[in-house]
């Protein structure tokens, strides 16, 4: 790998055969599109999935995405302290995309499911209109907007979401054990 921990897209266009890309989002936003040739883990599946990325690391480079470049952020320095190896796609799949170069999507039905982030916005925005809704009723209510705002900031000023990580462990957000499994068998292989 370069002496840099992130390659942007232009960067890593070219390199594609020679890197393991793990795409780190959950898997509807995975089957959204995805750089081609990536491998679906979701980012808090990483730990179970080392072994595996260990191995894949010892043959060949590793490129971890996500859709900004947040996650893949921290699955690289949660690699890092594991003592793998890995660049971030600086901006993620989004930047990808600008820049013209196509997403694969999963063949069969496709789950239809938001992005992350959208997820974020409407059950962010959902809470704040109740808590404003419910403060008619009652001025404490008021605080459920409140604690959503300072959740919002804080999680600008740290890069991090909760409401994402809470969001991710629901049902449509996560990988049939079966696809899991399949991914962690392809990924040895590689």
Same mark, same amino acid.
């Given at each position: 790998m370069h002496t840099t921990a992130a390659l942007t897209p232009a960067q890593a266009r070219p390199r594609l055969g020679d890197l393991t890309v793990i795409d780190v989002r959950t898997p509807a936003e995975y089957a959204s599109g995805h750089l081609p040739g990536a491998l679906n883990i979701p980012l808090d599946l990483l730990d179970r999935a080392l072994p595996a990325i260990r191995q894949a690391a010892d043959r060949a480079d590793l490129l971890v995405v996500c859709a900004s470049g947040a996650r893949s952020e921290s699955a690289c320095a949660l690699l890092a302290g594991h003592g793998v190896p890995a660049a971030t796609l600086? !901006?993620?799949?989004?930047?990808?995309? %600008?820049? !013209?170069?196509?997403?694969?999507?999963? %063949?069969?039905?496709a789950r239809r499911t938001w992005s992350m982030e959208r997820q974020v916005r409407f059950t962010a925005g959902a809470l704040v209109l109740t808590g404003l809704a419910l403060g008619l009723l009652h001025p404490a209510w008021q605080l459920l907007s409140a604690g959503v705002a300072g959740g919002l900031v804080f999680s600008a000023l740290t890069n991090t979401c909760g409401m994402a990580a809470l969001l991710a462990v629901l049902p449509h957000n996560r990988p049939r054990r079966a696809d899991l499994e399949r991914t962690l068998a392809a990924l040895r292989r590689r």
């Open positions: 600086t !901006g993620g799949t989004n930047a990808w995309a %600008d820049e !013209g170069h196509e997403l694969h999507r999963p %063949d069969g039905p």
